[in-house]
């Protein structure tokens, strides 16, 4: 039986994937020395090459050094050898796939230890609660430092076709640069990148139409992850069919599937018998559960206590179960100490009779 999932998908630059099942971007975290891709991060990719996917999409690779999401990050910019990406695309095509470069700026979301810059549309910090701090505080990007990202864009993508990458996705997603500019609450800018969406949507426009003069007119492809998009990333579960709109003189889906640790090179198990290798696809066990309900042992009054009495067992549902036990105790008690007194007068009694312990 054959499935238009696994028939080749011409794209309007000219060239043909060979089936429609592409790796989403991942970011692989392995740079070696220099932000360079070392001998891990081209296995990894022989790996994935092998599952027979029809397009794989790199994790996102930095147009400025100075603006890295982390310190294994991998940077390709005017000054970056290019030796080690050209090995990255001999092994990423390996399988005989395509292979696409996803190209970002991290923007604000950059780690508050990590050296360089941290730049936004607006001097407006991520905003995680107490774990704002996580990240550096932004500074408003000038004009020229704007016009210079895009010229950034343009020069890694025009280097990835160098070193025989197939495409590039420009990243506008994630809360990422180009996501902070369209985003009114991330760019309160007043200028020409600010207010409308026209205006909000400038950067990203100008990064497309700079990658695009940057690389070959036919036979490149790029591509822009935002909503909509041509391929839609699928974060968990089985591959899902999605229209292309990317090239509308081609009908049919497009899948991009989850690919994990438990299974580099092999998109979904239910594509693994049309693959060229066995779908070694493994799940970690499910995690014992206690037998029976946990109950703890009612006190005067029917109310838990907040914390055991002298006279009751520490660990009430055996040694495995004690920490949590007494966590469990502690949270209880605290909520309904605070549930009593949000009742009316006389609704202690009640409460206590509804949590007491049955009597027949």
């Given at each position: 039986?054959?499935?238009?999932?696994?028939?080749?998908?011409?794209?309007?630059?000219?060239?043909v994937l060979g089936n429609r099942i592409a790796k989403a971007a991942m970011e692989e975290n392995m740079a070696g020395d220099g932000q360079l891709p070392d001998r891990q991060l081209l296995e990894l990719y022989r790996r994935w090459a092998?599952?027979?996917?029809?397009?794989?999409?790199?994790?996102?690779?930095?147009?400025?050094?100075?603006?890295?999401?982390?310190?294994?990050?991998?940077?390709?910019?005017?000054?970056?050898?290019?030796?080690?990406?050209?090995?990255?695309?001999?092994?990423?095509?390996?399988?005989?796939?395509?292979?696409?470069?996803?190209i970002n700026h991290p923007g604000r979301q950059v780690q508050a230890d990590m050296p360089g810059v941290v730049w936004g549309p607006s001097a407006v910090g991520v905003d995680l609660g107490r774990h704002s701090s996580r990240f550096g505080?932004?500074?408003?990007?000038?004009?020229?430092?704007?016009?210079?990202?895009?010229?950034?864009?343009?020069?890694?993508?025009?280097?990835?076709?160098?070193?025989?990458?197939?495409?590039?996705?420009?990243?506008?997603?994630?809360?990422?640069?180009?996501?902070?500019?369209?985003?009114?609450?991330?760019?309160?800018?007043?200028?020409?990148?600010?207010?409308?969406?026209?205006?909000?949507?400038?950067?990203?426009?100008?990064?497309?139409?700079?990658?695009?003069?940057?690389?070959?007119?036919?036979?490149?492809?790029?591509?822009?992850?935002?909503?909509?998009?041509?391929?839609?990333?699928?974060?968990?579960?089985?591959?899902?069919?999605?229209?292309?709109?990317?090239?509308?003189?081609?009908?049919?889906?497009?899948?991009?599937?989850?690919?994990?640790?438990?299974?580099?090179?092999?998109?979904?198990?239910?594509?693994?018998?049309?693959?060229?290798?066995?779908?070694?696809?493994?799940?970690?066990?499910?995690?014992?559960?206690?037998?029976?309900?946990?109950?703890?042992?009612?006190?005067?009054?029917?109310?838990?206590?907040?914390?055991?009495?002298?006279?009751?067992?520490?660990?009430?549902?055996?040694?495995?179960?004690?920490?949590?036990?007494?966590?469990?105790?502690?949270?209880?008690?605290?909520?309904?100490?605070?549930?009593?007194r949000a009742l009316p007068p006389g609704g202690e009694n009640r409460a206590a009779h509804r949590n007491g312990p049955e009597t027949r």
């Amino acid at each position: 039986m054959t499935s238009e999932l696994f028939s080749p998908l011409r794209l309007r630059s000219g060239s043909v994937l060979g089936n429609r099942i592409a790796k989403a971007a991942m970011e692989e975290n392995m740079a070696g020395d220099g932000q360079l891709p070392d001998r891990q991060l081209l296995e990894l990719y022989r790996r994935w090459a092998a599952g027979g996917a029809g397009l794989l999409i790199t994790g996102n690779v930095m147009v400025h050094a100075e603006a890295l999401t982390g310190p294994a990050g991998v940077v390709l910019d005017e000054a970056a050898p290019l030796e080690p990406f050209i090995e990255w695309a001999k092994a990423g095509k390996a399988g005989g796939g395509a292979l696409w470069m996803q190209i970002n700026h991290p923007g604000r979301q950059v780690q508050a230890d990590m050296p360089g810059v941290v730049w936004g549309p607006s001097a407006v910090g991520v905003d995680l609660g107490r774990h704002s701090s996580r990240f550096g505080r932004p500074v408003a990007m000038t004009p020229e430092q704007i016009e210079a990202t895009v010229a950034r864009f343009a020069v890694t993508a025009a280097r990835a076709e160098q070193a025989g990458f197939d495409g590039v996705e420009v990243h506008a997603a994630h809360g990422y640069l180009l996501s902070q500019f369209l985003s009114p609450l991330a760019n309160q800018r007043t200028d020409a990148w600010g207010g409308s969406l026209e205006n909000r949507a400038r950067m990203l426009l100008d990064v497309v139409r700079a990658v695009r003069a940057a690389v070959s007119p036919e036979g490149y492809d790029n591509m822009r992850r935002a909503r909509p998009v041509g391929l839609c990333s699928v974060p968990t579960g089985p591959p899902l069919p999605l229209p292309f709109r990317g090239d509308r003189s081609s009908a049919g889906p497009v899948v991009v599937a989850p690919v994990g640790r438990h299974g580099p090179g092999f998109p979904a198990r239910a594509a693994a018998d049309h693959l060229r290798v066995p779908h070694p696809h493994r799940t970690r066990p499910p995690r014992p559960r206690p037998s029976g309900r946990l109950r703890l042992p009612p006190r005067p009054g029917g109310l838990i206590p907040a914390r055991p009495g002298p006279e009751e067992p520490e660990d009430p549902v055996g040694p495995q179960r004690a920490p949590r036990a007494t966590t469990f105790s502690r949270d209880l008690g605290s909520l309904r100490r605070h549930a009593i007194r949000a009742l009316p007068p006389g609704g202690e009694n009640r409460a206590a009779h509804r949590n007491g312990p049955e009597t027949r």
